[in-house]
């Protein structure tokens, strides 16, 4: 249901002079923990914009795409849509219970494991019944890939795993 996409923009150059050699890429943070830092910080702002929408206004759908890029977003646009569609809507917040950051690829790339809590959360069907399963679980673990877009991070994929810590909770 969480989902992050960025669109990459192209530049057209015709009759121009020729460009200045680019300079050599570097990390876009200084240290791994910076990195996992900054993902936390993404994933938390995406969560809050996420808990936000309201599936019976589209236009809420958009707060998303500055949290996320690729087929992610495009997926989760297309899952909120359906959702609309269907006339369902939704009910209470997912909390996120705890984030670790996995692993730093400099210069652009941060994987990260968290934790979250949808035991508050429903959907709702247009006849005012839930579609949610009685037995989903009050916690999912998930393993993001968020990737630097310029200075900024953006949620790339999301999938849900198992992870005996998170199913504790």
């Given amino acids: 249901m969480l989902a992050l996409l960025v669109m990459a923009g192209a530049t057209l150059s015709a009759c121009s002079p020729t460009p200045e050699p680019s300079p050599t890429p570097t990390a876009a943070f200084a ?3 910076e990195a ?21 206004d589209p236009s809420t759908f958009e707060a998303l795409d500055a949290f996320t890029t690729g087929a992610y977003r495009s997926d989760e646009r297309e899952g909120l849509s359906q959702m609309h569609a269907e006339g369902n809507s939704r009910t209470g917040d ?11 690829v400099p210069p652009n790339s941060v994987t990260a494991r968290t934790c979250n809590d949808v035991s508050a959360t429903d959907v709702i069907d247009k006849d005012g019944k839930s579609i949610v399963s009685e037995d989903r679980p009050t916690h999912y673990a998930i393993e993001l890939t968020f990737v630097a877009n310029g200075d900024q991070l953006m949620l790339s994929t999301s999938q849900a795993i198992e992870d005996p810590k998170c199913a504790s909770q």
């Fill in 36 to 56: 996992f830092a900054a993902a936390e910080e993404v994933y938390r702002a995406y969560v809050g914009a996420s808990n936000a929408v309201d599936y019976s």
């Fill in 31 to 33: 240290s791994e923990e």
């Fill in 94 to 104: 997912i909390k996120i219970t705890w984030f670790n950051g996995t692993q730093f």
